[in-house]
């Protein structure tokens, strides 16, 4: 019984062997409703033949199929026709046994567990004892259609108490799952926040650095610019913010470039020289660079240093002339 309790991980076999503890007790009901009427053979081979061929899919359905409760339904749908057919066919349709298989059938629902659709099957099955030998006045406890109506109920009453533990337990996993979106959330929301307050942090301590400070997302656009490389640069640091390294004709220039190609490479810059033309001078600058994480180790761009150095004739240094 633990192991149909384990729906999510097997219910194919589980639905499949509910529905083979179906099959066999209508081949059985099959086999003793031949043996009194021999001219219904074929009619009972057809239902038989038929029901066992519903047993084909199970073979080429996947898994996953079966786990969406909605399939769960038409299957049991199906063999709750069957039930009715089968029923007709061999002349069992009697009224005390509707009623129960339907009494059965609620309130093993409403158990919503295969251990209570147990004892609600032991229930039922002394009701209709107690009806049968009521109603009796010569009572055959070992008639072979009284003992597979038994059966009948037992497993009408596993079938559809394992539906509705699969429904609850679908419903139960849509909270949990909503739960944890919300956790997930929550977390991004102070994740963010404190993405936040490190910015701010990070901002504060670049704009008091003696050198320029240029700060890029891992996308490639330009976050912050202190205050002194906008005077390295002899331009407003604000009109520097949000400027994408790869497009062309970047306000950067050639620094821009230079700082486009290290992201691309993913190589930091280490006492790299750039001599370029800015302002219509012939400037030389240095550029240091290195991956920025958050206090937590996520990543969230690269911090480049720039300064200015004086132009030499033939400098020692690398250099990347233009």
């Not at 609600?120 to 055959?140: E, H, R």
């Not at 979106?181 to 929550?186: I, S």
């Amino acid at each position: 019984m633990n192991e149909l309790q384990q729906a999510t991980p097997q219910v194919k076999k589980n639905i499949f062997l509910i529905r083979a503890l179906l099959a066999l007790t209508f081949f059985s009901f099959a086999f003793f409703f031949t043996q009194a009427h021999p001219d219904q053979k074929n009619n009972a081979l057809a239902y038989i033949f038929t029901l066992a061929a519903t047993f084909i899919p199970f073979y080429f359905i996947q898994e996953e199929k079966f786990r969406q409760v909605h399939f769960q339904y038409i299957v049991f749908s199906m063999d709750f026709v069957f039930l009715l057919v089968g029923l007709y066919l061999f002349d069992h349709l009697e009224t005390n046994l509707l009623i129960i298989i339907f009494l059965t059938f609620f309130i093993s629902a409403m158990s919503q567990s295969i251990g209570r659709s147990i004892v609600v099957a032991i229930a039922v099955i002394g009701m209709y004892l107690y009806l049968i030998y009521y109603k009796s006045d010569v009572f055959n406890y070992m008639d072979p259609f009284l003992l597979l109506s038994c059966v009948l109920l037992f497993v009408v009453a596993i079938h559809s108490g394992y539906l509705a533990f699969r429904t609850v337990q679908d419903e139960k996993e849509l909270v949990e799952l909503a739960k944890k979106a919300r956790l997930l959330t929550e977390k991004v929301k102070e994740g963010d926040q404190m993405a936040l307050n490190y910015a701010a942090t990070l901002k504060n301590v670049l704009d008091t650095l003696p050198i320029g400070a240029i700060a890029v997302s891992i996308e490639g656009n330009t976050i912050f610019v202190n205050a002194r490389a906008g005077k390295i640069l002899e331009m407003n640091p604000k009109s520097l913010t949000n400027v994408y390294l790869f497009m062309k004709d970047s306000p950067l220039g050639d620094i821009g470039e230079l700082m486009a190609q290290s992201l691309k490479n993913r190589q930091d810059l280490k006492r790299e020289y750039l001599d370029t033309n800015w302002k219509n001078k012939r400037k030389r600058f240095r550029l240091d660079s290195s991956a920025g994480t958050t206090p937590s180790g996520q990543a969230w761009g690269t911090l480049f240093l720039l300064q200015e150095s004086p132009l030499a004739d033939s400098p020692t240094d690398k250099t990347v002339a233009t």
